[in-house]
């Protein structure tokens, strides 16, 4: 797995210099790249901190000495919430999902049992049609709920759009952002109504960073992905070009099919097959250990060096171990891949 260590420093300041002069504050999320190196790059570029999915991703950035963590996720296992309340017990601020009244009773347990403070964002469904309360009314019980509760401290509302990131059309999916603005706005009505302050609104990605980021109701965007970008975000022609790669070695070749060392297993095709650098006639189908491209004309020759540009970053970098780490074709470094893997 290559990094074009200029491409990924150009990004950062991409979006750097977009997010400095809104109200909303980047906190990028950890799943794309899994390598607190790159966390510790955003921040200094003026991050307020990083988003990740999983308690063990969240370990991982805290033994990297962040400070301000949000698991954009419910850790609902018994288990895990202990882990969560030690960890939230350190210096780091951890800030956790929550939609469930039993989910927050037990992380209150956890938190005075072991004497953390565990931050608290409510979650609403937007839209995609997974985890998250659905009315302003649920909203306000949960917040209230947290508010009472020994150990937690409510922040505000995670509203995050990602049914709306891969829309072709740019004015589709501002349209859908302005709908989710107004059921958010709902229930931040209805519970300041209620006494109740909304510190944060949590969301935004990749495929819609410079709508929500765009002096929104947002207070801060969990965009991930600009950083390397991929085959399927490279179709909603975005300010970001690709960073990440896959090297590949063409194997067998014959007349109009070259065949790749690069499978499933190093180039994930849950949002489509990769791309071919530099030649985006070819097309490529990804079995379990081999890439067939098909090559009328020929291009590609055996032995010859390909890189495929991922259709989905995330997944991909979750099949590698480190980065190598290029500038002007020549090895810079390699990073630990330090966060693949978390699971639990």
Request: aromatic share 6%; glycine share 10%.
């Amino acid at each position: 797995m290559l990094i074009d260590l200029d491409i990924l420093e150009s990004n950062i300041r991409r979006m750097s210099d977009f997010m400095k002069d809104k109200s909303a504050k980047l906190r990028p999320h950890f799943k794309t790249d899994k390598c607190p190196t790159i966390t510790h790059m955003q921040i200094s570029a003026g991050a307020k901190g990083v988003t990740c999915s999983k308690l063990g991703e969240a370990e991982t950035l805290v033994a990297a000495g962040i400070k301000d963590i949000l698991i954009a996720n419910q850790i609902a296992d018994p288990v895990k919430i202990y882990r969560l309340a030690g960890l939230a017990h350190g210096e780091s601020k951890i800030t956790v999902l929550a939609d469930d009244p039993g989910n927050i009773a037990t992380l209150s347990e956890a938190a005075s049992l072991i004497g953390s403070t565990i931050y608290v964002l409510v979650e609403m469904d937007v839209g995609m049609k997974r985890c998250g309360v659905k009315t302003a009314e649920e909203a306000l019980g949960l917040a209230q709920l947290v508010r009472s509760s020994k150990g937690l401290v409510f922040e505000g509302i995670q509203a995050y759009e990602g049914h709306l990131g891969h829309i072709p059309e740019k004015d589709k999916r501002a349209r859908g952002v302005q709908e989710m603005i107004e059921k958010v706005q709902g229930a931040v009505s209805l519970l300041k109504e209620n006494g109740i302050a909304v510190k944060q609104i949590s969301g935004g990605g990749t495929g819609t960073y410079d709508i929500t980021g765009n002096d929104t109701i947002w207070t801060e965007i969990q965009a991930g992905s600009y950083l390397f970008m991929d085959a399927e975000y490279n179709k909603l022609g975005l300010a970001f070009r690709n960073a990440l790669t896959v090297l590949a070695t063409v194997i067998h070749k014959r007349p109009g099919t070259a065949i790749t060392d690069a499978g499933i297993k190093v180039c994930p095709t849950d949002q489509g097959q990769p791309d071919i650098k530099g030649f985006p006639e070819l097309k490529v189908v990804l079995n379990e250990e081999h890439g067939i491209i098909t090559d009328a004309d020929d291009t590609l020759e055996y032995l010859q060096k390909i890189e495929y540009i991922p259709g989905h970053c995330c997944t991909a970098v979750n099949a590698h171990d480190r980065y190598f780490c290029v500038r002007n074709g020549i090895l810079e470094t390699t990073w630990p891949i330090a966060g693949r893997g978390k699971s639990m």
